[in-house]
T-cell receptor, first 116, second 113 residues
Framework: GAVVSQHPSRVICKSGTSVKIECRSL??????MFWYRQFPKKSLMLMAT?????????EQGVEKDKFLINHASLTLSTLTVTSAHPEDSSFYIC????????????FGEGSRLTVL | GNSVTQMEGPVTLSEEAFLTINCTYT??????LFWYVQYPGEGLQLLLK?????DKGSNKGFEATYRKETTSFHLEKGSVQVSDSAVYFC????????????FGIGTKLQVIP
């Protein structure tokens, strides 16, 4: 099966610093990856669609300058939370679909961000 | 736009009980439907899917049938186990091109021995 890996799985940072989360498709190429944020006891909120070689498409209400997304290759997308604040603390999950697939997404393990 | 409505949990069942988690959706066209499962401390993984009306997805004893007339995709299992304790997400992906996936709120299932 297809594997998507995220790193780091947990990160704790001080308020005001920036944190980068990586998402890799290990055994397939993904021109499109998706970044989700999961709030406690709530569903997954799509933050943005990451497109290889072009700018990400952000969902309404998501600050593109705070959540920087770079999709530099067909197997790697990164999410950088800039000038993090405690309210940015959350579980961030990336996903990718194989280009030839009918719709199944493969998810990373998620990254737990805690901003002190 | 597309939306998914699923019952809020938590749902607590005894081992070997019958499980139903309701899911209904709103979408134009012919979406693909999914159930994802998230075990404690882990990411999401696909449990089953159905891509057209009347399709039945099944995996690990779980089943769900794509009902276009009732716009539903209810998840069922005849006899749950403690290891089935997890959060279950109903989701849909719109038709036409590479569309984003919309998730329901998730239903936490706890199975007690």
């Amino acid at each position: 099966g297809a594997v998507v890996s995220q790193h780091p799985s947990r990160v704790i940072c001080k308020s005001g610093t920036s944190v980068k989360i990586e998402c890799r498709s290990l055994d397939f190429q993904a021109t499109t990856m998706f970044w989700y944020r999961q709030f406690p006891k709530k569903s997954l909120m799509l933050m943005a669609t990451s497109n290889e070689g072009s700018k990400a498409t952000y969902e309404q209400g998501v600050e593109k300058d705070k959540f920087l997304i770079n999709h530099a290759s067909l197997t790697l997308s990164t999410l950088t939370v800039t000038s993090a604040h405690p309210e940015d603390s959350s579980f961030y999950i990336c996903s990718a679909g194989r280009d030839s697939d009918t719709g199944e997404l493969f998810f990373g393990e998620g990254s737990r961000l805690t901003v002190l | 736009g597309n939306s998914v409505t699923q019952m809020e949990g938590p749902v607590t069942l005894s081992e070997e009980a019958f499980l139903t988690i309701n899911c209904t959706y709103t979408a134009t066209g012919y979406p693909s439907l999914f159930w994802y499962v998230q075990y404690p401390g882990e990411g999401l993984q696909l449990l089953l899917k159905a891509t057209k009306a009347d399709d039945k997805g099944s995996n690990k004893g779980f089943e769900a049938t794509y009902r276009k007339e009732t716009t539903s995709f209810h998840l069922e299992k005849g006899s749950v186990q403690v290891s089935d304790s997890a959060v279950y997400f109903c989701a849909l992906r719109g038709s036409g091109g590479y569309q984003k996936v919309t998730f329901g709120i998730g239903t936490k299932l706890q199975v007690i021995p």
